[in-house]
């Protein structure tokens, strides 16, 4: 890549969810918790749920064409290619982005899957990026969706709870480095020899191959909460430090935090490591719960929507999920319109 490589600038914004919402009060009734319980540990209060039927691409397909909208046309009937962030593809194979790119009136465009789990936004950041950066791409729309509910034990409380389904997405355009809205240095890692502490055993080519069927409960997700709490908080605040110093910002420069909206507690840790005071902090998991992939697309929509992200602030975004897997990076927020 060459010191003169154009940037990735967001030029459109929009997120979607499913027209469900779920209170805690729901869930208390068929779990052994309550809604004091949820609230203390989470701080959630209400999710969004798919419909029966609903899958993964219906979720991207509406963040994708409010992302088009917000672009407006003179970017949207240019787009280049379509990546989609998502651990819950609508099948294990093919890949979910060409019908995705297709059900938008995209046609043939190069289209593909992104998988980090809850981190994949932020990896989706970087590809779409270095797509724009190589000239491989004009404008890229990258999409992070989740239909994660399907992945979760409808009587497991630790997990049920938490998690919720939604999209959110951007258009990328090729631009300057140096103009609001371009994608700063994206910091990545990951850890393999902890995978086990977020995953779903069944369903792959490792029990697939064995000979076996799936145990009961192996389609579902099994998470060690409290390691992961801690490794989500070492990550999310190490990556952030390294992506404010690329940016040549310093953490009181931070206008707005961005991070993936996996829990109350792993959000307010995070900021107070950082030194993020409190109405600087965006979030949305009260009513949004944790949306994986789709998580901080959709805060940073809602944010847009609600003006408590404007033009011209500097954001920070971070995000980690299983994989495990990390990121963040940086942008100066443009004028986008609704989506």
């Not at 389904?165 to 902890?194: C, I, K």
């Not at 953490?251 to 707005?256: E, F, K, M, P, Q």
Request: aromatic share 4%.
């Amino acid at each position: 890549m060459t010191a003169d490589a154009p940037a990735a600038v967001i030029a459109g914004i929009g997120a979607y969810v499913p027209p469900n919402p779920v209170s805690n009060h729901d869930l208390a009734a068929r779990l052994d918790t309550s809604d004091e319980w949820i609230r203390a540990r989470t701080g959630i209060s209400s999710r969004h749920l798919v419909l029966p039927g609903q899958a993964t691409s219906d979720l991207a397909v509406e963040a994708g064409r409010r992302a088009l909208d917000s672009a407006g046309a003179e970017h949207a009937e240019r787009v280049d290619a379509v990546v989609l962030a998502t651990a819950t593809p609508d099948r294990p194979c093919p890949a979910t982005a060409p019908e995705v790119a297709w059900r938008l009136g995209l046609g043939t465009v190069a289209a593909f899957d992104v998988s980090a789990v809850c981190a994949g936004f932020l990896y989706g950041l970087a590809t779409a990026a270095g797509l724009i950066a190589a000239g491989t791409a004009d404008r890229v729309l990258l999409i992070g969706a989740d239909a994660f509910t399907t992945l979760v034990d409808p009587r497991d409380r630790a997990t049920a709870v938490i998690f919720a389904d939604g999209a959110g997405a951007v258009l990328l355009r090729a631009g300057a480095p140096e103009e609001p809205g371009a994608v700063g240095r994206v910091v990545l890692g990951s850890d393999g020899s902890l995978g086990d502490l977020l995953h779903v055993p069944g369903g792959g080519s490792r029990q697939r191959g064995s000979g076996r069927p799936a145990r009961p409960g192996d389609a579902y997700l099994r998470m060690a909460g409290r390691d992961t709490y801690r490794h989500a908080v070492a990550r999310m605040t190490a990556a952030s430090r390294q992506a404010v110093e690329a940016a040549g910002w310093s953490l009181a420069h931070i206008d707005r935090l961005a991070a993936h909206q996996a829990n109350a507690r792993i959000l307010a840790t995070v900021a107070e490591d950082l030194g993020v005071p409190e109405e600087r902090r965006l979030s949305n998991i009260g009513h949004n719960g944790n949306t994986a992939a789709a998580s901080v697309p959709m805060l940073l929509a809602d944010a847009t929507a609600d003006g408590t992200l404007a033009a011209g602030h500097r954001v920070l975004l971070t995000a980690f999920g299983a994989g495990l897997a990390w990121g963040a990076t940086t942008v100066t927020w443009p004028e986008v319109g609704p989506g």
